[in-house]
């Protein structure tokens, strides 16, 4: 019989050789939970039991390997309530159950409703796909949500397999401390070819990060560190990540252009871009546009001027659609209808910005400048983009060519002259749409990405890969 070592070893070497799937993340949870249960065993056969459930929720096996663990932890009530969020989703099998009925005999009253009131989910995986024979690479942070396209533009480009994983979802599930002490885990045991790392999203949590941990993996296991940069606008931001630009490999900023030599690092290390959009959804499908103007996204606290704007307008009588937002979101398919229904699409390239987030009436606010992906969606989508007189947009981006830009004091005007001038509306739209369509196609980003990477490590000595730097 197999020990535990070498069904590790077997799986992990499958793993390596482009293998990876569910029943290979469920055997890495099945050696963590034979190991001595220390809290760091328990959470990585946690980890690697949820993952296998997610990727495959149809799987009796791996949803009662789960259960036998949560159980057998003591946590009965998370137990029997991954039973019951089953139960909501297909017909319940002999094995589980007896699994439930086990469980309900060991519970009071009181807990049994709180389990089925309160089904246990888990979803720190936002996405995930797998190529016979090709690398894995990792996304670690806000990668997937709302109308961000990363891996499926880099399923799409490059054919790889990926795992992209919600950090904040991932320390609610399980509990953990920290979303980076399972990082270590997970770059010993999968060894990705790519860690593309997101500070979007999780800025909270990275107050008390020690970053050298990064270090500490790259020195160690061969793989390129990618860290993606949004919200940059944000005054917190670039000081809570800046530890991370030196050992990147590539840094990518999505609204704002980092100064990267002001920390003695080459520029040519980072790239300006929009967030890569797929084509399936951002389109033009010519339809008629019966939407006037439209702007969707937040319109309270720091964006409030957004409200203004949309006030101004419907104050002159001219229909305005405003949707979305942090506190009323709407999907991505619902957004991008939005956009190929209107004719006029509004952004901002401004926002207020306090020096305490949390607190803004404490603190006078700022006005800052950046570039919002709302541009370039709403040309992809066939809209005219109005964009108002800070615009920071790329210089390939015309005035009057390629969108129009506009003031408070002269945007009620403009909206009721293109409202009224449908051929030179359209004219401008389509020649944004075929100018975003160009030079911001996820073909483009993927390329500039892995240019980067190869210029990083043909600057870079080869490292010495230590296998056994980490003991199972």
């Known amino acids: 019989m197999a020990t535990d070592r070498e069904i590790y ?24 939970r ?8 328990r959470k990585q ?18 949803l009662a390997d789960l259960v036998r663990l949560k159980a057998n932890s003591g946590q009965a009530v998370p137990a029997l309530a991954l039973i019951e969020q089953w139960k909501r989703r297909q017909k319940i099998t002999p094995l589980l159950a007896k699994m439930e009925a086990r469980l309900r005999g060991t519970l009071t009253p009181g807990q049994i409703d709180a389990a089925v009131k309160k089904p246990a989910v888990y979803d720190f995986l936002d996405s995930s796909s797998f190529t016979d024979g090709a690398p894995l690479s990792l996304f670690f942070g806000n990668f997937d949500s709302g109308h961000l396209d990363f891996t499926s533009t880099f399923k799409q480009e490059t054919g790889e397999s990926f795992l992209s994983i919600n950090p904040v979802k991932l320390i609610a599930q399980l509990n953990a401390p920290s979303p980076h002490s399972l990082l270590y885990y997970l770059a010993r045991d999968l060894e990705p070819r790519i860690l593309f790392y997101s500070i979007a999203g999780i800025s909270k949590l990275h107050e008390n990060v020690d970053y050298s941990i990064f270090a500490a993996l790259k020195e160690h296991f061969d793989f390129s560190l990618v860290l993606v940069c949004y919200d940059l606008a944000k005054p917190n931001y670039e000081r809570i990540v800046a ?8 840094v990518v900023c999505l609204d704002m252009q980092i100064d990267l030599e002001r920390y003695g690092i080459s520029n040519e290390k980072s790239f300006h871009s929009f967030v890569p959009l797929d084509f399936q959804y951002f389109y033009d499908d010519g339809r008629e546009r019966d939407i006037d103007v439209c702007f969707v996204g937040s319109r309270a606290n720091h964006y409030r001027g957004r409200q203004d704007l949309v006030d101004l307008l419907g104050s002159a009588g ?14 991505k398919t619902e957004y991008t209808d939005l956009l190929r229904r209107s004719k006029i699409s509004l952004n901002l390239s401004w926002t207020l910005i306090f020096s305490f987030d949390l607190h803004p009436l404490l603190d006078k606010p700022q006005v800052t400048t950046h570039l919002k ?11 005219l ?14 005035e009057g060519e390629h969108y129009v830009r506009y003031s408070t004091s002269n945007i009620v005007e403009k909206a009721r ?16 749409r075929k100018t975003a369509e160009q030079h911001y196609s996820p073909s483009a980003f993927w390329k500039s990405v892995f240019e980067k990477l190869e210029m990083a490590r043909a600057a870079s000595s080869p490292l010495t890969i230590r296998r056994n730097f980490f003991e199972i």
């Open 373 to 383: 992906g709302r541009v370039i969606e709403s040309m992809r989508c066939g809209a």
């Open 45 to 62: 056969a946690e980890f690697y039991l949820a993952l296998a459930h997610q990727i495959d929720p149809s799987s009796e096996e791996f």
């Open 318 to 331: 001219i229909s305005v659609l405003a949707a979305g937002g942090a506190t009323d979101p709407i999907s």
């Open 417 to 432: 002259y293109y409202l009224s001038h449908d051929d030179e509306r359209r004219d401008i739209a389509e020649r944004g």
């Open 9 to 32: 070893n077997t799986v992990r070497n499958k793993i390596r050789a482009g293998k990876a799937g569910a029943d290979l993340f469920a055997w890495l949870g099945f050696v963590y």
């Open 385 to 398: 983009l109005f964009e108002d007189d800070r615009s920071v947009l790329p210089p390939v981006f015309k």
């Open 243 to 250: 530890p991370l630009f030196r050992i990147s490999d590539a």
């Open 34 to 41: 034979k190991l001595p249960a220390t809290p760091q065993t």
